[in-house]
């Protein structure tokens, strides 16, 4: 059975920092890729981060690129999401996702600089929620 946790979110003052990690397992073959989307109350949800497992490619959203750091764990198949400088408005559900499935092993496919596919990725976390205070 495919679990995808998370954990890490919690409340903070603005210009603070908090650490993301997610951890997938169950799975039949290795990861190719994970990642970060959020979702603020009454907004469109949004990518934030990706990073390819083996190659450590990474790309950011244009609202985190400079603040929130992307990094991972090869053995574990773990990503981390280093957040920094955080703003009110980075409050929001952070939700991990991972690329493990029939998809192509192209980070292009589900991330990059100029946007994010969220139809790509094959797996999705329950979401943890990050509060950011003025």
């Known amino acids: 059975q495919v679990q995808v946790v998370e954990s890490g979110g919690g409340l903070v003052q603005s210009g603070g920092s908090l650490r993301l990690s997610c951890a997938g397992s169950g799975f039949t073959k290795s990861t190719y890729a994970m990642g970060w989307f959020r979702q603020a109350p009454g907004k469109e949800r949004e990518g934030v981060s990706c990073?390819?497992?083996?190659?450590?490619?990474?790309h950011y959203g244009n609202l985190v690129r400079g603040r929130f750091s992307i990094s991972r764990d090869i053995h574990n198949e773990t990503v981390y999401l280093q957040m920094t400088n955080l703003k009110p408005e980075d409050t929001a559900i952070y939700y991990c996702?991972?690329?493990?499935?029939?998809?192509?092993?192209?980070?292009?496919?589900?991330?990059?600089?100029?946007?994010?596919?969220?139809?790509?990725?094959?797996?999705w976390g329950q979401g943890t929620q990050i509060t950011v205070s003025s």
């Open positions: 996702v991972i690329a493990n499935g029939p998809g192509p092993k192209i980070l292009y496919y589900y991330c990059s600089d100029h946007g994010f596919v969220p139809e790509a990725w094959d797996y």
């Open positions: 990073i390819s497992i083996h190659e450590g490619d990474s």
